[in-house]
């Protein structure tokens, strides 16, 4: 990928206004970016980071924070990515954990404090009173359950009956009357019963009434009349029964007058009581009463012996057999009278007997009677049952008995209170426990947070750091402690005495220096990032303005970066790189030097993007008469100022841009200025852009006065000595000496 497309529609204030008037802007794989403060130089790299991040690995430096994190308690730095947010992480964080652990200290004093009332104290109070109740209250349930267990006559409780079947049964308890105690016991004692149902044929009392009404209605008329009876009833009868007495037979004597009956006496009488008439009555007499004798057969032979049915139902059963009895007697007295009439009928063929007028009775009923006799039947099929019942119940009974002797409603509200007490206490303490539990592991926690926000000892990046710090500054980075703290503090040997400096003894641009080569150190490590993948690096003002004594360390590292020699740093063939600054003379150094144009004829403009943001607006600038002139006396104040610092590499950059821009403006041919002198091509040569390493590599020995001798004497020799001292800003008089 050549080009970066970045999308700048995406970015709107939470009020809907657009930060940025182009809808895109192209990137370069090396762009250059001047923008005031507030322009939106961190709103852009947060952009590129947005819509780039997935398939890119997107490095930003947006300054110290990002990168140097400062711990005032030890006065030293860590350095790693986000270090400045870590560290305030871990300040926020020591916070935390000192609150939570007077938040602990406070719990630990509420639970047991042994100079207070405290929860561990009213818990084992609560416990101790609930205990003492409950103790009562098991002896109560063993000796119960022993009493229970011990009762007969009859025999409530199963033999293996103990505490905790009585427990169980506590709320079983209920009081019985005296009555249902009674029955209940019976049906312990009760035996099989075997009452059976009675089956009964419907009689027609109404018609037996009427049959006998009509048979004492009807009379046998005398077709042959005996005189001497005189029609008298008592005389036939008379006469009927001496004729049934008496044999038939000659000279037998008559009983009552002692005279021979004679045998025309007995033909006589034979034929008066043997009409087809009196035969046919005394017929229908027989039968009547037969019927009338079987009817009563058919009642005496029910039993009329009292049922015994089982307690439950024996009272109902005796006012049901009650009720039969007296029907019964009805009905065996309305049979007597039947027979009477008929026996009186019998001894009257020949007059009508007068008729019986009482009302018949009613049949018997022996559905109700039935139906309780299946009743009984099946509960004498679940008799086993009702024997278990009965026994629980008279226990229940027993059970609510010694309940109420033990007052065991008192005693259990007691219990209740105690145990609500307990518990209240119990909950307290628990919360108490449970909060000091979530506030320990809430400091473990926050151990772990603060272990894992803690820097690790960067040893070969510092060591890299030093390299490039010695020669440059008279300090090096080192060890706070120990290296396995992770942070570090500045080494500075002062004749022969190693004095060391903490992070608040340091420098704005000392600590950006750090922070900026530590930054530059990890573009190298891909490992741990994003290896393979092409890389996004941002500046994001990686120099402010108390940078200066550091500012051409930093100009000079961002050359080397983006030089290209470093392509596990950065690769100009796939990565891109963007600086962006506010420093007008960051911005001009920055870049490539001049206005050279290679083989092709190709600028910087040409290989790389500069733009300057205005008004929300990306200016892209393409030749230098559209970007920012170099300031020609600002070059030479900052030679002056890394001469009096010592920076000799620096220093030769700086003269190679005077030395570039004196051409440039005088028209001389540079093999005339440098006279083919090779001492100063070999310091000098403002076409070649890689002379600051060739020259590092090298033993380059000679201090910055030297340098500044040298460099005034290359203007000397081209009769430009006065221009030199006009710009120069240094100390005139150790030049000429």
């Keep these: 990928m050549d080009e970066l497309k970045v999308d700048l529609s995406k970015q709107k204030f939470s009020d809907g206004i657009q930060l940025f008037q182009n809808s895109e802007v192209s990137l370069k794989h090396k762009n250059f970016i001047f923008a005031r403060n507030g322009s939106g130089k961190s709103t852009f790299g947060s952009l590129i980071k947005s819509q780039y991040s997935e398939n890119f690995d997107v490095r930003v430096y947006s300054g110290i924070d990002s990168v140097l994190g400062e711990n005032e308690k030890l006065n030293a730095f860590a350095l790693a990515v986000n270090a400045g947010k870590n560290e305030a992480a871990i300040k926020q964080k020591e916070t935390e954990l000192q609150n939570k652990k007077a938040i602990l200290d406070t719990v630990k004093r509420e639970i047991d404090d042994t100079n207070k009332q405290n929860l561990k104290t009213k818990l084992d109070s609560a416990t101790s009173e609930k205990n003492q109740i409950a103790q009562s209250i098991e002896k109560f349930c063993t000796d119960s359950a022993a009493i229970i267990k011990k009762t007969t006559n009859p025999q409530i409780s199963k033999t293996t009956y103990y505490k905790n079947d009585f427990k169980k049964e506590i709320s079983k308890a209920k009081k019985l009357q005296k009555n249902d105690i009674g029955r209940l016991m019976d049906t312990l004692e009760s035996q099989k019963s075997t009452v059976s149902s009675i089956s009964w ?264 750091i030093n390299t490039r710090l010695r020669g440059v500054v008279p300090w090096q980075l080192t060890y706070s402690e120990d290296e396995e703290t992770g942070y570090y503090r500045v080494s500075q040997t002062v004749n022969g005495v190693v004095t060391y400096r903490g992070v608040k003894d340091l420098s704005t641009g000392e600590k950006n220096v750090i922070a900026l080569l530590y930054f530059l150190e990890k573009l190298g490590d891909t490992a741990s990032k994003r290896p393979r993948i092409p890389k996004i690096i941002i500046f994001d003002d990686p120099m402010n303005s108390n940078d200066s004594d550091m500012q051409y360390l930093i100009i000079t590292e961002l050359h080397r970066l983006y030089s290209g020699n470093q392509r596990e740093r950065f690769d100009n063939q796939k990565d891109f790189l963007v600086i962006m600054t506010h420093n007008i003379h960051f911005y001009i150094n920055v870049p490539p030097y001049g206005g050279y144009k290679d083989s092709l004829g190709k600028t910087k403009y040409d290989k790389c993007d500069f733009y300057h943001i205005r008004l929300g607006k990306f200016l892209r600038i393409t030749n230098e008469k559209q970007d920012m002139q170099t300031n020609y006396d600002a070059l030479w104040m900052e030679l002056a100022d890394l001469a009096e610092h010592e920076y000799t590499n620096s220093m030769l950059n700086s003269m190679r841009r005077i030395i570039e821009t004196y051409i440039e403006f005088t028209g001389i041919k540079k093999e005339d200025f440098y006279q083919n002198n090779e001492q100063y091509l070999k310091l000098f040569n403002v076409n070649s852009h890689t002379a600051i390493d060739s020259c590092s590599a090298q033993a380059f020995t000679k201090n910055a006065s030297e340098l500044v001798k040298i460099f005034y004497k290359i203007f000397a020799d081209n009769h430009a000595e006065e221009h030199f001292m006009a710009h120069w800003r240094g100390d005139s008089e150790a030049i000429k000496n």
């Design 201 to 464: 044929v419907r009689v027609n009392f109404l018609g037996f009434l009427k049959s006998t009404n009509e048979i004492l209605a009807s009379k046998v008329e005398e077709k042959r009349r005996i005189k001497r009876f005189h029609g008298d009833q008592r005389r036939i009868n008379f006469a009927e029964e001496g004729l049934n007495l008496h044999r038939h037979e000659a000279d037998e004597i008559c009983a009552f007058c002692g005279n021979v009956i004679k045998e025309e006496t007995f033909q006589e009488l034979e034929a008066y009581f043997s009409a087809d008439e009196v035969t046919t009555l005394k017929k229908r007499i027989s039968v009547g009463k037969d019927k009338v004798k079987q009817l009563e057969t058919r009642v005496n032979s029910i039993d009329w012996n009292q049922p015994q049915f089982f307690p439950e139902f024996q009272q109902d059963a005796e006012k049901i057999w009650e009720k039969l009895l007296s029907q019964r007697d009805l009905i065996i007295k309305f049979c007597a009278n039947l027979m009477t009439s008929l026996d009186e009928k019998e001894k009257n063929l020949f007059v009508v007997q007068p008729i019986l007028k009482e009302t018949p009775p009613e049949d018997f009923d022996f559905s109700e009677y039935n139906k309780l006799v299946e009743i009984n039947r099946k509960y004498d099929t679940e008799l086993d049952a009702k024997k278990h019942d009965a026994q629980n119940q008279l226990r229940y009974n027993k059970i609510q008995e010694l309940l109420d002797k033990f007052k065991y409603d008192v005693v259990d509200t007691q219990m209740k209170d105690a145990i609500t007490a307990k518990d209240t206490v119990q909950s307290a303490f628990d919360s108490k426990v449970t909060q000091k539990e979530k506030i320990m592991a809430d400091i473990q926690e926050l151990y772990d947070e603060i272990d894992k926000l803690r820097p690790k000892a960067e040893t070969q990046a510092v060591e890299h």
